[in-house]
């Protein structure tokens, strides 16, 4: 099982909305990510979950809250987002922080 | 800190043609990996092909490889054959081969490819 897998695949959401992306990974990978993406723009580093350890992008404002009940799963919790939030969430899994990442199909987030 | 510069941002193709796809980092890590992902509308990104600074060898896979010059910092993809499948948005990226901050992946801006049939 090489996949990385995410749900939902279209979230639409009010603002005082709470709402979560999940995604998991049955690779035995030892890291995942979480990316938000843009049209036209590249991925932009949200969170790594690696080694049991996690790493957050100080630019990422607190109404994006990550979660990581176990290895293969990687939840990211939505609280009173913004509509700049509304975009492409990439998850992302690696074997270990030299790996390449494999990416998860994403969660089209829409924020009115 | 390390960058990665894409210098086209769209790219046109006819079919059964070869292109090249260009790519430029800076970085003063010896130790460091490249990749080329492919976007396409779907927007799934997938891994294309890899390469580890270290191998001297280009990396190929199928109708793609790469062009890695090392001293130059530069790593161009090359797609033989294009078919029409092959149309999507490119990223090519950089990762550390240090630890630290979950050796984030750098990516570049991206170059569209367009396939003409």
């Known amino acids: 099982d090489t996949e990385v897998t995410q749900t939902p695949k279209h979230l639409v959401m009010g603002m005082t909305n709470k709402k979560s992306l999940k995604c998991e990974q049955h690779?035995?990978?030892?890291?995942m990510y979480w990316y938000k993406q843009k049209a036209k723009k590249p991925p932009e580093l949200m969170f790594v979950?690696?080694?049991?350890?996690?790493?957050i992008n100080e630019s990422v404002p607190s109404r994006f809250s990550p979660e990581c009940p176990n290895s293969s799963l990687l939840n990211l919790h939505l609280h009173a987002l913004q509509p700049e939030d509304s975009a492409l969430y990439l998850c992302?899994?690696?074997?270990?922080?030299?790996?390449?990442?494999?990416f998860g199909p994403g969660t089209r987030l829409t924020v009115l | 800190a390390q960058t990665v510069t894409q210098s086209q941002p769209e790219m046109s193709v006819q079919e059964a043609e070869t292109v090249t796809l260009s790519c430029t980092y800076d970085?003063?890590?010896?130790?460091?990996?490249l990749f080329w992902y492919k976007q396409p509308p779907s927007r799934q990104m997938i891994l294309v092909i890899r390469?580890?600074?270290?191998?001297?060898q280009n990396a190929t896979e199928n109708r793609f490889s790469v062009n890695f010059q090392k001293a130059a910092k530069s790593f161009s993809l090359k797609i033989s054959d294009s078919q029409l499948g092959d149309a999507a948005m490119y990223f090519c990226?950089?990762?550390?081969?240090?630890?630290?901050?979950?050796?984030?992946?750098?990516f570049g801006a991206g170059t569209i490819l367009r396939v003409k049939s």
């Open positions: 970085t003063s890590e010896s130790d460091y990996y």
């Open positions: 990226a950089y990762r550390s081969g240090a630890e630290g901050y979950g050796n984030k992946l750098v």
């Open positions: 690779m035995g990978h030892r890291a």
């Open positions: 390469q580890e600074a270290y191998k001297q």
């Open positions: 992302a899994s690696s074997q270990d922080v030299r790996s390449p990442l494999f």
């Open positions: 979950y690696s080694y049991e350890k996690l790493s």
